[in-house]
C-alpha cells in the first residue's frame, strides 16, 4: 500500500479492521479518544460495529462478551480509564480470552492531566488487577509501529488466548508519520473454544471460576507456562548503536525517540553510547540485556515516570552493572539535553 | 428468526443438562440450591421456552456472580459466566457478535440493582437484544444473606440487623419501573415464583420475552420476585407467604410496559469479508511510495504557529505529506504538552533525510510566524543560523536575533490580492520553499490536488503557493 501521513491513534484503527477486527468497545477520554472516534468512522464502514460504552469498566467487559463470542476485539483508553479496566482485565486472563488493548498514557496518578507520562508500566506490565496474571505489552515508538504492532497484537493474543496491550503515550499517538498499511487482509481465524451460539459451539463455556482447588492451581499452572513459553519466544528488541557502547540507555515508547537525537549527538563528539530499547516490556528483552551487560559498563533506564521499569531493567542484567536512572512525571517529555546530561552524568560517574 | 418458523416442541426441556457434569461432588442430579430456593424453577422455566421454541442451541446464557453463579451447570446452552454485575454489558459483546442468538442476561439483585446499576440501565437505553431475568429474592444470597437494594424496610438481613432503615438506607429499588421508564425497551413484566397461578404467569412472560429475542425486537425484562428462605432464615412454605404478604405489595405484579406489537425487528450489521471493500472504506492506495531519497537535505525542525484559522497546522501536514511523497522522513504533531504556550495554535514538523529521532522539539531550525504572539512565543527558541518567516501583514515588530536569517513576507496580503485570504498558510508553504527547496513546488501541487477538490480553490491555492515562492526567490 501506499503510505499514509496519520496519526499513530488512528493507524491503529486501521490495522486493527485489517486485522480481522470487527468490534470496537470504548468510553472516551484523552489523549486516546482519536482511537475511538476512528473506529466509530471506519467499523461501521464494514459492517463493524461501535459502541460507546457507558464506562471503562462496561466496555471491557464487552470487550470480554464479544471475545467470548470468537470476534477479534479492540478497546482502548489512557491512564484512568485504564485503572478502570484492571477488573475486566483480570476476568479476561482467568477466562484467557484474547483481546487487544491500548493504553495511551497520560500523567497520574489521579486526574492527573492529560500530557504524556510512562507511568502505566507497573499497572500494565506487572498486572494491576487481581490474581496471577500478565498482558503481553508492546511498546510502540512511531505510527508505523502503532500499525504493525496492533496486527502482532491481535496474532499473539489468539495465539496465546491472551490480552495484548499496546502502552503507548499522548505524543505518540498524537504524532502524524507516514504509514505503510499491510497489502492482505486477514479476517478473524475459527475458534474452537468461543461460544458462537450455534449447535457446534454449545457445550463450550467461558468462565473464570474455578470451586475446586486443583482446577484452580491448574488453571494457575497452564497460565503460568504460558507466561514462560511467551518469555522464551516473544522477547523483542531494537538494537541503537549498542555494538561497541560503554553506556546502555534502555528506553520506550517516545522517550527512546529523545534518546535517539542524545545518542546521536554524543556519539558525533565521540561518546561510546547507545540504546536497547525494548519492543516488548512483557515479555522484557532479558536476553539481550544479559548479552549486553557483558560487554557494557554502565546502563541508564530512561523513562517518564518515577523509575518503573528500572527494575526489570535491574533484573535482568541481575544487577551486574549499575543502573542509573533518568525520570520525569507530570506531564513533561525530556529534552535532548536533559537525556544527554543524565547520560554525562553516568558517564562520569562510572567510567569517567 | 420469523415468528412463522418457531416450532413449538413437547417433553422434557433439553435445555437443561439430563446430569450436571460440571458439577463438584457425586450428586449430579440435584442443583446446589437449598431447598425452596426460587433460582432452580426459574432455570426451568427459561429452559422450558427454549426448548419449546426449539432455540436451545443458539442460546447464550450468561451466569451471574451470586447463587445462580453455576447456571452454567445446568443450561444446555452455550455458557459465559460474567463478573459480578456486568452480564448487561458481557451480553452486549455476545449479542453485537452473534446478533442471530438468544442472549439472556440472568441476574440476582445484588448484581443487577447493586453493583451492576450502570451497566443495566445502559444496555436497557441502548436496547440491546437481549433478555434479561432478574430474580430479586430481596437480599445477597451467596455471600450470607446481606441487604440487598431490594431488601424491605425493616427487613432484617446480615449488614441490617435491626432492619433496614430509610433513614440509613433508603428505600428499595423498583428496577422493572425504572428500566419500564426508558424509551428502548421492548417488553418489561413483574411476577412472582410463589402459587401455581404466578408460576403459569412467569412461565407466559419468560416465554414471550423469548419469543422477542428470536424475532430480534430488543431488550425484554422479566423481574422474578423469588425466594430464599436460607437468607431470610424462613421454612420454604414460610418463604412463599412472606412474598405475597410484604413483596407482592411493594413490587407489582404485571405487565409494566409491552409495546412489542409496535417495534420492527432490529437487524443488525454483519461484517464484510471483502477486502476490497474494506481497503476502499479505509481509504488506502495500492502501489508504493517513494521509499527514499538520495538527496541530502540535513533535518529541518519546522515550527508553523498562528492564531487558529490561519490554518498553520494544514500548511505542516502539507508540508508533511509532500515530504513523505518525495521520499523523505517526516513527522508532525499539533502544539501538545508544555509547548503550548502565547495562545497560539502550532506544530512541529520535522522534514529529514534520516530517521526522526523526537518529534518534539525544543529548538527549530525553521520557524514561520502568522501573527505577533507566535513570534514573541518562539522567536528565542530558534536555533543559530535558521530560518524565521514573518507574516509581516499583521506582525509589527521587528525580529530581534540578529543571529539568523530573517524573511518578512506580506503573506495575508499576498493571499488577499489574490482573493482568498485563508490562504495565507499556502503562501507561506511557498515563502519557505523559495527560501530552502527541501523538496520540488509540484510535491506540494500534488498534495492539494487531493485534499482540496473543488477546482477553484486548488486553482488559487496553487498561486498562493506561486506567489509566496516568487517572493522568496525575488529577496
Ligand atoms: C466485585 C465483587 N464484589 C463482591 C463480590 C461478592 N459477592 C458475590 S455474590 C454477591 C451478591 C449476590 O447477591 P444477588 O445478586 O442478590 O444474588 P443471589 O445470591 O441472592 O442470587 C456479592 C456481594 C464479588 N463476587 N465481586
Ligand atoms: S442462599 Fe438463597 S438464593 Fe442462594 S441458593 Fe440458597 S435459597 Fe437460593
Same mark, same amino acid.
Given at each position: ?38 473506529? &466509530? ?97 508492546? &511498546? ?58 450455534? &449447535? ?14 486443583? &482446577? ?137 | 428468526?420469523?415468528?412463522? #418458523? ?104 445484588? @448484581?443487577?440493582?447493586?453493583?451492576? !446499576? ?32 431490594? !431488601? ?42 410463589? @402459587?401455581? $397461578? ?18 430480534? $425486537? ?38 409494566? $410496559? ?15 469479508? @471483502? ?10 492506495? $495500492? ?5 527514499? !531519497? ?117 503573506? #495575508?496580503?499576498?493571499?488577499? @490580492? ?58
Amino acid at each position: 500500500m501506499k503510505k499514509e501521513l496519520i496519526k499513530g491513534n488512528e493507524a491503529v484503527v486501521k490495522a486493527a479492521i485489517l486485522a480481522g477486527c470487527t468490534h470496537y468497545f470504548g468510553y472516551p477520554i484523552t489523549p486516546a479518544s482519536e482511537i475511538a472516534q476512528a473506529a &466509530a468512522h471506519y467499523l461501521p464502514l464494514i459492517g463493524g460495529t461501535f459502541v460507546q460504552a457507558e464506562s471503562e469498566v462496561a466496555a471491557i467487559n464487552m470487550v470480554y462478551g464479544a471475545a467470548s463470542a470468537g470476534a477479534r476485539v479492540l478497546t482502548a483508553s489512557s491512564s484512568p480509564g485504564m485503572s478502570l479496566k484492571q477488573e475486566g482485565i483480570s476476568y479476561l486472563a482467568g477466562a484467557e480470552l484474547p483481546a487487544v488493548l491500548v493504553d495511551v498514557m497520560r500523567a497520574g496518578p489521579g486526574l492527573g492531566n492529560i500530557w504524556p507520562e510512562q507511568s502505566d508500566y507497573n499497572q500494565m506490565v506487572k498486572g494491576g488487577g487481581h490474581g496471577d496474571y500478565k498482558n503481553i505489552v508492546l &511498546a510502540p515508538n512511531c505510527a508505523q509501529e502503532m500499525c504493525d504492532m496492533t496486527l502482532e497484537a491481535f496474532d499473539l493474543a489468539d495465539k496465546y488466548r491472551c490480552t495484548a496491550v499496546l502502552l503507548t503515550d499522548g505524543s505518540i499517538g498524537q504524532t502524524m508519520e507516514p504509514v505503510e498499511f499491510p497489502d492482505e487482509f486477514r479476517p478473524a481465524p475459527y475458534k474452537d473454544w468461543a461460544v458462537y451460539g450455534d &449447535a457446534k459451539t454449545q457445550k463450550n463455556l467461558i468462565s473464570s471460576i474455578y470451586m475446586s482447588i486443583d &482446577a484452580l492451581q491448574a488453571l494457575n499452572r497452564r497460565l503460568q507456562q504460558k507466561y514462560a513459553e511467551i518469555e522464551l519466544k516473544e522477547q523483542k528488541w531494537e538494537d541503537f548503536m549498542t555494538d561497541d557502547a560503554e553506556l546502555v540507555v534502555v528506553a520506550y515508547g517516545i522517550t527512546s525517540r529523545v534518546a535517539q537525537n542524545a545518542i546521536e549527538e554524543l556519539r558525533a563528539e565521540g561518546r561510546k553510547v547507545g540504546m536497547l530499547r525494548p519492543k516488548t516490556l512483557f515479555p522484557f528483552p532479558k536476553k539481550r540485556l544479559a548479552e549486553i551487560a557483558q560487554t557494557a559498563k554502565v546502563f541508564l533506564a530512561a523513562e517518564m515516570s518515577a523509575g518503573q521499569m528500572i527494575d526489570d531493567v535491574k533484573l535482568a542484567i541481575e544487577c551486574k552493572r549499575p543502573v542509573e536512572f533518568y525520570g520525569t512525571c507530570g506531564g513533561s517529555i525530556p529534552t535532548v539535553e536533559d537525556i544527554k546530561n543524565s547520560i554525562m552524568a553516568a558517564y562520569k560517574k562510572r567510567i569517567g | 428468526m420469523e415468528p412463522s #418458523t418457531i416450532t413449538v416442541k413437547k417433553g422434557k426441556p433439553e435445555a437443561i443438562y439430563d446430569t450436571f457434569e460440571r458439577k463438584a461432588g457425586k450428586d449430579k442430579l440435584t442443583t446446589h440450591y437449598c431447598p425452596g430456593c426460587g433460582h432452580g424453577r426459574v432455570h426451568k422455566l427459561v429452559a422450558e421456552a427454549l426448548s419449546d421454541f426449539g432455540l436451545t442451541d443458539k442460546t447464550i446464557f450468561i451466569s451471574p456472580v451470586g447463587c445462580s453463579v453455576f447456571a452454567y451447570y445446568y443450561m444446555n446452552t452455550g455458557n459465559v459466566q460474567a463478573p459480578h454485575g456486568r452480564a448487561p454489558a458481557v451480553g452486549t459483546g455476545l449479542c453485537r457478535v452473534r446478533p442471530d442468538s438468544v442472549v439472556i442476561s440472568y441476574q440476582g439483585d445484588g @448484581d443487577l440493582a447493586a453493583i451492576g !446499576t450502570a451497566e443495566i440501565i445502559h444496555a436497557a437505553n441502548r436496547g440491546e437484544n437481549m433478555m434479561v431475568i432478574f430474580v430479586n429474592n430481596a437480599i445477597y444470597g451467596m455471600t450470607g444473606g446481606q441487604m440487598a437494594p431490594t !431488601t424491605m424496610v425493616g427487613q432484617k438481613t446480615q449488614t441490617t440487623p435491626r432492619g433496614r432503615t430509610v433513614m440509613n438506607e433508603g428505600h428499595p429499588i423498583r428496577m422493572a419501573e425504572l428500566i419500564s421508564g426508558l424509551e428502548a425497551p421492548v417488553y418489561v413484566e413483574r411476577c412472582a415464583v410463589t @402459587d401455581t $397461578k404466578n408460576i403459569m404467569k412467569t412461565r407466559k412472560a419468560i416465554r414471550k420475552a423469548v419469543q422477542l429475542q428470536a424475532e430480534k $425486537k430488543g431488550f425484554s425484562f422479566i423481574e422474578i420476585l423469588s425466594a430464599c428462605p436460607t437468607g431470610w432464615k424462613m421454612t420454604p412454605k414460610d418463604s412463599i407467604k412472606w412474598i405475597q404478604d410484604n413483596l407482592e405489595p411493594y413490587f407489582k405484579l404485571g405487565t409494566i $410496559k409491552d409495546v412489542s406489537a409496535e417495534r420492527e425487528p432490529m437487524i443488525k450489521p454483519v461484517p464484510t469479508n @471483502d477486502a476490497e471493500a474494506i481497503y476502499s472504506a479505509l481509504g488506502l492506495q $495500492k502501489g508504493k511510495t517513494k521509499a527514499s !531519497t538520495d538527496r541530502a537535505i540535513g533535518e529541518k525542525r519546522i515550527k508553523i504557529a498562528g492564531f487558529g484559522g490561519q490554518g498553520a497546522l494544514t500548511a505542516g501536514v502539507m508540508l508533511a505529506n509532500a515530504g513523505m511523497n518525495d521520499g523523505l522522513h517526516v513527522s508532525w504533531i499539533p502544539s501538545y504538552g508544555p509547548e503550548m504556550r502565547g495562545g497560539t495554535a502550532n506544530c512541529s514538523v520535522v522534514i529529514s533525510d534520516r530517521r526522526i529521532g523526537s518529534p518534539v522539539f525544543e529548538s527549530p531550525n525553521v520557524l514561520i510566524a502568522m501573527n505577533g504572539p507566535s513570534l514573541d512565543a518562539f522567536e528565542a527558541d530558534v536555533t543559530a543560523g535558521g530560518t524565521i518567516i514573518v507574516n509581516s501583514s499583521i506582525v509589527e515588530r521587528k525580529v530581534k536575533r540578529s543571529d539568523v536569517k530573517v524573511i518578512c513576507a506580506p503573506l #495575508t496580503d499576498l493571499a488577499a @490580492d489574490l482573493g482568498i485570504k485563508a490562504a495565507a498558510n499556502s503562501v507561506a508553504i511557498g515563502v519557505y520553499l523559495g527560501h530552502e527547496k527541501v523538496f520540488e513546488r509540484e510535491r506540494i501541487y500534488d498534495v492539494l490536488k487531493t485534499s482540496l477538490k473543488k477546482k477553484e480553490a486548488l486553482a488559487l491555492n496553487i498561486q498562493a503557493v506561486d506567489a509566496g515562492y516568487a517572493f522568496a526567490q525575488g529577496k
